[in-house]
T-cell receptor, first 113, second 114 residues
Framework: ETGVTQSPTHLIKTRGQQVTLRCSSQ?????VSWYQQALGQGPQFIFQ???????GRGNFPPRFSGLQFPNYSSELNVNALELDDSALYLC????????????FGPGTRLTVL | DAKTTQPTSMDCAEGRAANLPCNHS???????VYWYRQIHSQGPQYIIH???NNETNEMASLIITEDRKSSTLILPHATLRDTAVYYC???????????????FGQGTTLQVKP
């Protein structure tokens, strides 16, 4: 069974640029959630995708957007990057069960200069 | 989702049991207690969850008090690889209109020492 994978591992961008991060969900999982983790903090929920639709969103501006594809993989797009967007971006996949254990990928470390 | 309170840090000797407490005094009847851990620079790892009964799996045991206002995660024989930040999260079961998002606090940094 393949776990959650994310790409790229590390990324450096400059302020104002746009970035796309990718996530492949665990086999059999149809739900993907994205989290942002600033240094020294716990992860913060960005949004969740289920059946290719956004299924809930945290307190993040519209320049954070996403997609989910028919194979349940997902993308996180961030436009007009700001210095504070520097963080570890985590993707978690889960099945549509009430218990909803979420299985996380290794994350993408984004640095905005 | 109810809020949780955990100690900032704890030490444990290698081979001994690590007991990590969590207070969740405002937990409601349909909320579960979840534990995740995050080893440095990795994604969080699911450990265990429970509603009101004690639970055990290959990684850990979860003891929930009868009033459900607190719980303890037990790692029975801690190893150096168990050094990590441990997060206690209270969350309702996923349903329509509820994403089941995880709300992480600061967690407890567990240092297992030789």
């Amino acid at each position: 069974e393949t776990g959650v994978t994310q790409s790229p591992t590390h990324l450096i961008k400059t302020r104002g640029q746009q970035v796309t991060l990718r996530c492949s969900s665990q086999s059999g999982h149809n739900t993907v959630s994205w989290y942002q983790q600033a240094l020294g903090q716990g992860p913060q929920f960005i949004f969740q995708y289920y059946r290719e639709e956004e299924n809930g969103r945290g307190n993040f501006p519209p320049r954070f957007s996403g997609l989910q594809f028919p194979n349940y993989s997902s993308e996180l797009n961030v436009n007009a990057l700001e210095l504070d967007d520097s963080a570890l971006y985590l993707c978690a996949s889960s099945s549509k069960s009430p218990y909803n254990e979420q299985f996380f990928g290794p994350g993408t470390r984004l640095t905005v200069l | 989702d109810a809020k949780t309170t955990q100690p900032t840090s704890m030490d444990c000797a290698e081979g001994r049991a690590a007991n990590l407490p969590c207070n969740h005094s405002t937990i409601s009847g349909n909320e579960y207690v979840y534990w995740y851990r995050q080893i440095h620079s990795q994604g969080p790892q699911y450990i265990i969850h429970g509603l009101k009964n004690n639970e055990t799996n290959e990684m850990a045991s979860l003891i929930i008090t009868e009033d459900r206002k607190s719980s303890t995660l037990i790692l029975p024989h801690a190893t150096l690889r168990d050094t990590a930040v441990y997060y206690c999260i209270v969350r309702a079961a996923r349903s329509s209109g509820n994403t089941g998002k995880l709300i992480f606090g600061q967690g407890t940094t567990l240092q297992v020492k030789p």
